[in-house]
């Protein structure tokens, strides 16, 4: 079963055939910003097991100068994958259809979260990057 996705207004829809790999979800104020939430929510992909289904030319993309970059809906925000140099990265957990056979496995940056979030004492944290 392919893992699909879509924007919040489904103009732009995808499939990956393969596996979600390294679900994290980052807490540094850049991640607040790109994903406009509390953390970003976020699993490595390969670049040749995903394909755009419908809507790709409503794509727009932002990259910063470290070479990451996003790509979203120009028509709803939906902030749908990251690239790396301007190739496919990974995709947002939260425009998924389907619960893929994956969970957030860490939650890296928490020593630059919001003042505002509460993170769960039960998950697993480090202050900066885990590497
Ligand atoms: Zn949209
Ligand atoms: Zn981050």
């Known amino acids: 079963m392919p893992i699909t996705g879509e924007c919040f207004c489904g103009s ?3 499939q990956i055939i393969g596996n979600l790999k390294d679900a994290r979800s980052c807490h540094c104020s850049r ?3 790109a994903f406009s939430s509390q953390a970003s929510a976020y699993a490595l992909v390969e670049p040749n097991e995903f394909n755009w289904l419908q809507g790709s030319e409503k794509l727009t993309s932002y990259e910063s100068e ?4 996003l790509q979203f809906c120009s028509r709803c925000g939906s902030t749908l994958c990251g690239t790396y140099n301007g190739e496919l990265h990974g995709i947002t957990l939260g425009c998924l ?3 893929p056979e994956i969970e957030i496995g860490y939650h890296i940056y928490v020593g630059s979260k919001a003042a ?13 990057g885990c590497q």
């Open 12 to 14: 732009i829809k995808y």
């Open 31 to 33: 991640c607040r910003k």
């Open 66 to 69: 470290a070479g990451f970059g």
């Open 97 to 99: 259809n389907e619960s």
């Open 116 to 128: 505002w979030e509460v993170i769960p004492e039960s998950v697993k944290t480090f202050k900066e």
